[in-house]
T-cell receptor
Framework: NAGVTQTPKFQVLKTGQSMTLQCAQDMNHEYMSWYRQDPGMGLRLIHYSVGAGITDQGEVPNGYNVSRSTTEDFPLRLLSAAPSQTSVYFC????????????FGDGTRLSIL | GIQVEQSPPDLILQEGANSTLRCNFSDSVNNLQWFHQNPWGQLINLFYIPSGTKQNGRLSATTVATERYSLLYISSSQTTDSGVYFCAVVGGGADGLTFGKGTHLIIQP
């Protein structure tokens, strides 16, 4: 039982490049979400999904796309990377968005040059 | 949206000391969690505690939902307790966790 797995762990991009951050969970959780963490701050919600085929925006969605074709996977896409997207990205999952603890992956550290 | 404030922002203690971390929130919540972010950046879920009191070894937490605060107690601190402690809630109509800015704890040997 691996929990929440994020890949890659580190990535450096040039401004304007696109990439996909991968997130997979093996706990059959319906709710999955993406957060970003900037220095000196807590995490902020980017996008979330309450089940396969259903996604919605969080607090800071601009510049990011998500899809949820399966229960297990929830990739985050950067369409055209900008230096302001330099951050650490965390994926999380739980049985529901309200009533259960959320489990986090180990994060992806992303630098945009 | 809901506001989450944590105090103190920084705390430096000697090994063996006890500490209390506080989390205040501005609206009713139906999910409150405490996390420890270790020096490697991993977020470890300590407690899921929307109300009441829980204990896990040297750590315990209490949430008084009616007064909109939660406390995390760490007893007999060890150097491995160092890191950032986050309080996060679901409430105020938000669809995910709203995090406080954390308490940065340093335990010196």
């Amino acid at each position: 039982n691996a929990g929440v797995t994020q890949t890659p762990k580190f990535q450096v991009l040039k401004t304007g490049q696109s990439m996909t951050l991968q997130c997979a969970q093996d706990m059959n959780h319906e709710y999955m979400s993406w957060y970003r963490q900037d220095p000196g701050m807590g995490l902020r919600l980017i996008h979330y999904s309450v089940g396969a085929g259903i996604t919605d925006q969080g607090e800071v969605p601009n510049g990011y796309n998500v899809s949820r074709s399966t229960t297990e996977d929830f990739p985050l896409r950067l369409l055209s990377a900008a230096p302001s997207q330099t951050s650490v990205y965390f994926c999380a999952s739980s049985y529901s968005k309200h009533l259960r603890p959320q489990h986090f992956g180990d994060g992806t550290r992303l630098s945009i040059l | 949206g809901i506001q989450v404030e944590q105090s103190p922002p920084d705390l430096i203690l000697q090994e063996g000391a006890n500490s209390t971390l506080r989390c205040n929130f501005s609206d009713s919540v139906n999910n409150l969690q405490w996390f420890h972010q270790n020096p490697w950046g991993q977020l470890i879920n300590l407690f899921y505690i929307p109300s009441g009191t829980k204990q896990n070894g040297r750590l315990s937490a209490t949430t008084v939902a009616t007064e909109r605060y939660s406390l995390l107690y760490i007893s007999s601190s060890q150097t491995t307790d160092s890191g950032v402690y986050f309080c996060a809630v679901v409430g105020g109509g938000a669809d995910g966790l709203t995090f406080g800015k954390g308490t940065h704890l340093i335990i010196q040997p």
